[in-house]
């Protein structure tokens, strides 16, 4: 019968039994005897046949696009069984954001590519969310809080955010006692694309919360550079502990409010519905997914070796 559903859909296509049957290779009259016994099958005339042209009866339409879809799943779970015995190749264009992607991504490519020579990479870092699909991205990495989308997504761990500040500016200023001490008497770094960038929400260890409205004196796109900004002594900041937690487990920067929990966001590795996914987008998301475990090293670091549970989980968009 699928070869039957094949002579009926070709000859749909092509409009004609004599092109399809120069399509398919075969002879005009097993095309026609095809058709007839699919029909005979069926119960319902699916085409309408004259000496000048062809058409499709109203089940026949609905048949051939049941049958187009059909065809194209048994095409995609071949083409899927063929690529387990075929090494992943081909060209990986990746997204992510700018500090994660270059501090914690970039660093895994070397062991990535010398594990599937036959894949290249383009990595494009941005901090924006981008349309994904439409800037012909195969995968994008993102911090977020997930939401309905038209794309599929695999959690890969969380994203910790911690209150920073150096002991040159604590120093100076003095270290604040609770979180609503920072109102108008600090000045603050704010990371421009973060959600509630200048509301900053924060929960004690009796689950009473906490929410402090900010202005900030330093805004930048991109948390390197506000990383930099901290370290010198010239604010604080909420920041990812992917990019703090070495500054602080050597002293560099100090933990303002340990006791106080404030953002969290997961991280993702995002790429678009489709039934069959390419070897080259699997073997990256299973590579990316080993690498990044659930505590974080990250969050380990910073705790001394223990499980950190810090972060509340605040809704909103938008990458760190």
């Avoid at 599929?152 to 911690?162: E, I, K, Q, S, Y």
């Avoid at 796109?221 to 900004?229: E, G, H, P, V």
């Avoid at 604010?235 to 929990?261: C, S």
Wanted: glycine share 8%.
């Amino acid at each position: 019968m699928l070869e039957e559903i094949k002579s009926f859909v070709t000859v749909v296509r092509e409009g004609s039994f004599t092109q399809a049957a120069e399509v398919l290779g075969v002879s005009r009259s097993v095309l026609s005897k095809h058709v007839s016994r699919l029909e005979a099958s069926a119960g319902v005339q699916l085409l309408n046949r004259t000496t000048r042209r062809l058409s499709l009866t109203e089940g026949g339409a609905l048949f051939y696009q049941n049958s187009v879809r059909g065809l194209q799943t048994l095409e995609e779970a071949i083409e899927e069984v063929k690529s387990l015995n075929q090494e992943p190749r081909g060209h990986l264009r990746i997204n992510m954001p700018m500090s994660f992607g270059i501090l914690h991504v970039a660093p895994w490519i070397p062991e990535f590519l010398a594990k599937y020579p036959h894949v290249s990479v383009d990595m494009r870092f941005d901090d924006r969310e981008v349309e994904m699909i439409e800037a012909g991205f195969d995968v994008s990495i993102r911090i977020m809080d997930l939401q309905e989308s038209s794309l599929t997504a695999r959690r890969l761990g969380p994203c910790h955010h911690v209150v920073v500040a150096s002991p040159l500016y604590l120093n100076r200023l003095g270290c604040p006692e609770s979180p609503s001490a920072l109102a108008g008497q600090h000045c603050i770094a704010s990371f421009r694309y973060q959600d509630s960038a200048l509301e900053w929400r924060f929960e004690d260890e009796t689950g009473q919360q906490l929410t402090v409205p900010l202005s900030a004196t330093i805004t930048a796109d991109n948390s390197l550079a506000l990383r930099q900004i901290v370290l010198g002594g010239a604010a604080i900041a909420r920041m990812p502990t992917y990019l703090v937690a070495n500054d602080v487990a050597e002293g560099q920067l100090i933990h303002v409010f340990p006791r106080w929990k404030t953002l969290t966001k997961s991280i993702y590795i995002v790429f678009p519905q489709r039934r069959f996914m390419p070897s080259k987008t699997r073997v990256f998301i299973d590579f990316l997914a080993q690498k990044l475990t659930d505590p974080p090293g990250w969050d380990l670091l910073l705790s001394g070796g223990e499980v950190w549970s810090g972060g509340i989980d605040l809704k909103g968009g938008g990458e760190s």
